[in-house]
């Protein structure tokens, strides 16, 4: 792949200043560590993200996930008693989210995700994943490499 263009704070500070203000609102928020590193992986295996597949399972390991569970994120629909009932929601939640173009986050998710999340815990969970979706079109469209 050709090298492009490195979206930083130098080159475009006030890109770069808007996507770290959603990271700024998604570390106070109340979801766990945990869940917000399942959003963040389960997006970027949909979406072809190496560079956010590394970051992210990297930073749930330090977090205490175990490697099985990292390597069975993305088939979790057959690995279910590797994820809580609330995990799951939001697993859910983020296929369809990701996938907007199918059929968006659908009434019967939504609605199971009531039983776990109160109204402001689901747009916390969407802004998470709105927010690894952007990271993963910024990394992908400028060929954003794995550092070793």
């Not at 776990?116 to 060929?143: C, G, K, L, P």
Request: negative net charge; proline residues 1%; aromatic residues 8%.
């Amino acid at each position: 792949m050709k090298k492009r263009i490195n979206i930083t704070p130098e080159e475009q500070p006030k890109a770069y200043k808007a996507m770290m203000a959603l990271e700024a609102y998604l570390a106070q928020i109340s979801l766990s560590k945990t869940l917000k590193e399942l959003i963040k992986i389960r997006a970027s295996h949909i979406n072809g993200c190496a560079f956010c597949i590394d970051m992210h399972t990297k930073d749930a390991m330090k977090e205490g996930e175990s490697v099985q569970r990292l390597f069975l994120t993305s088939a979790w629909r057959e690995a279910t008693k590797f994820f809580t009932a609330e995990e799951q929601v939001v697993l859910t939640m983020t296929e369809e989210i990701t996938l907007i173009h199918q059929q968006g986050l659908s009434d019967a998710t939504y609605q199971n995700a009531l039983q776990f999340f109160d109204e402001n815990q689901i747009a916390e969970i969407i802004m998470a994943v709105v927010t690894i979706n952007a990271w993963n079109r910024i990394a992908i469209s400028t060929h954003k490499e794995i550092e070793g």
